[in-house]
C-alpha cells in the first residue's frame, strides 16, 4: 500500500533536531497509545526510529531528519510543533498541535 502524501508543516525545536540525529536521524509521528475507553481524541506521539509498518506512513525530509508521519491521523491543516524534555537518559519527545 502506498501512503497518500500531505503537505505535511513540522516545527522542531534544536534540541529535538540535535536529539533525532544522535538516533539516527529518523523520526516517527503516529498515534500515541491512549488508555481508558471514553474519548475521541487522537493524541500523536513522536519517537526515533522508523515505524514498524512503513507502508502506511507518508515520508517527509526536513532539516536532514526522515520524518515518517501516519496519513490517518496527521492533518494536512495543522501545524506540529516537536520538542525535547526531560534530563539525561529519561529524555522524550513531545509533540503539540497548533493552528
Do not use: R
Not at 76 to 96: A, I, S
Amino acid at each position: 500500500m502506498v501512503a497518500p502524501q500531505i503537505d505535511l508543516q513540522v516545527n522542531l525545536s534544536e534540541q529535538a533536531i540535535n536529539y533525532i540525529k544522535e538516533h539516527g536521524g529518523i523520526l516517527t509521528l503516529e498515534e500515541a497509545p491512549q488508555a481508558g475507553c471514553c474519548t475521541s481524541t487522537v493524541f500523536v506521539e513522536a519517537h526515533p526510529g522508523k515505524p514498524k509498518g512503513e507502508g502506511y506512513f507518508g515520508v517527509k525530509e526536513q532539516n536532514g531528519i526522515q520524518i515518517y508521519y501516519d496519513t490517518f491521523i496527521i492533518k494536512q491543516d495543522k501545524c506540529y510543533e516537536v520538542g525535547l524534555e526531560g534530563l539525561l537518559k529519561w529524555k522524550t519527545l513531545t509533540v503539540f498541535l497548533t493552528v
